[in-house]
């Protein structure tokens, strides 16, 4: 569903006069519902590690502190625990917050772990990594469109018959309550309807590891202990 079709669609439904071009229009109405569309599908993407924006990052590392070009262009946030060095088979522990950063800079703190921290659109890493060690990451992109080709990725959408990579039927539910209440009318019912598609559509995003409650579990070629609660000793 493109740009156009997102903003008809809210329109038929609003039961407001249907649009034919959405980027060059200049009626004001029409502009209001791209504003607002572009403003859905930027906050749409923030709302969880949508599956569709989530990429990896493979890094071959300097032996430097800062590891140029870590961070891509369309980087918005890593995923949780993901950051591996595979040459060393060992995971990159982080983000280390600025306190403990600045405590291991002095040098009386030693991080036993690989540690990373994001600062200034740049990846630091303590200790120094290993030249040419191979690292890598998942991140969710905050390229939430592509061109009508669908071969290029982008951070905004600039013509008619550019097509969103989340949930259309989200962007259009959530055009419609935020035109609702730019207008002053009720959108209660609007938003209400917005979240639960949402709430459904990140549920089943993606798919979720089965949760087991037993004592242990070996699932995907991961053994997973289940350690109980209460005292216990070895």
């Known amino acids: 569903m493109s740009l156009l079709t997102i903003v008809q669609n809210a329109a038929d439904r609003l039961g407001v006069a249907r649009p034919t071009s959405v980027v060059g229009s200049s009626d004001t109405q029409v502009r209001q519902m791209y504003g607002l569309t572009l403003q859905e599908g930027r906050e749409l993407s923030r709302r969880g590690p949508w599956q569709a924006l989530t990429t990896e990052k493979t890094i071959t590392a300097t032996a430097t502190e800062e590891q140029s070009g870590a961070l891509p262009a369309d980087f918005d946030r890593m995923i949780e625990g993901s950051f591996w060095n ?11 917050d600025p306190q403990r950063w600045q405590a291991i800079k002095t040098g009386l703190f030693v991080s036993v772990w690989d ?9 630091l890493m303590t200790p120094t990594p290993t030249e040419n060690d191979s690292l890598a990451y998942e991140y969710v992109s905050s390229y939430w469109c592509t061109n009508a080709a669908g071969d290029t990725t982008k951070v905004t959408m600039d013509a008619d018959d550019d097509v969103a990579r989340l949930c259309e039927e989200c962007i259009t539910l959530g055009l419609m309550w935020r035109f609702l209440k730019a207008k002053g009318l009720d959108y209660s019912e609007a938003f209400r309807t917005y979240e ?20 242990c579990r070996y ?5 997973d202990p289940y350690v109980t609660d209460g005292n216990w000793s070895i």
């Open 115 to 123: 540690a990373f921290r994001i600062r200034g659109d740049a990846l």
């Open 196 to 215: 639960m598609e949402v709430a459904k559509r990140l549920a089943n995003d993606g798919g979720m590891r089965p949760l087991d409650l037993n004592d």
């Open 86 to 96: 595979r040459t060393q088979d060992r995971r990159v522990v982080g983000p280390v």
């Open 219 to 223: 699932v995907d070629g991961f053994y």
